[in-house]
């Protein structure tokens, strides 16, 4: 089992940066492949960005392409998500998760097992 905690949510003005990092615990012995999704009220959860498990290879949504760039870091069992010139469209709860199997669909949320609670992330204009 793998429990995923994320950080870094807030409020901030429309053009502003954030940083989401997301910290696992439990069975770290491996490094997973790892995903960012987000939700916006009354809206489907949607993929955002994703990582293979050595950092070589990263995924992102259209929509946040140029903007947002995720990198883990394998010692320190985390994840981060860097969010530059946000937009009032980013609004959401964004949510940290964990697969186990090495292959399949990186924009698919059903090839990840593990999933954070989520943290909110609100851009103004």
């Known amino acids: 089992q793998v429990q995923l905690v994320e950080s870094g949510g807030g409020l901030v003005q429309a053009g502003g940066s954030l940083r989401l990092s997301c910290r696992a615990s439990?069975?770290?012995?491996?490094?997973?492949?790892m995903g960012w999704f987000r939700q916006a009220p009354g809206k489907d959860r949607d993929f955002v960005a994703a990582i293979n498990w050595t950092g070589g290879t990263t995924y992102y949504a259209d929509s946040v392409k140029g903007r947002f760039t995720i990198s883990r870091d394998n010692a320190r069992n985390s994840v981060h998500l860097q969010m530059n010139n946000l937009k009032p469209e980013d609004t959401a709860v964004y949510y940290c998760a964990a697969g186990s199997r090495y292959s399949g669909n990186y924009y698919y949320e059903g090839r990840y097992d593990y999933w954070g609670q989520g943290t909110q992330v609100t851009v103004s204009t």
């Open positions: 439990g069975d770290t012995s491996r490094a997973y492949p």
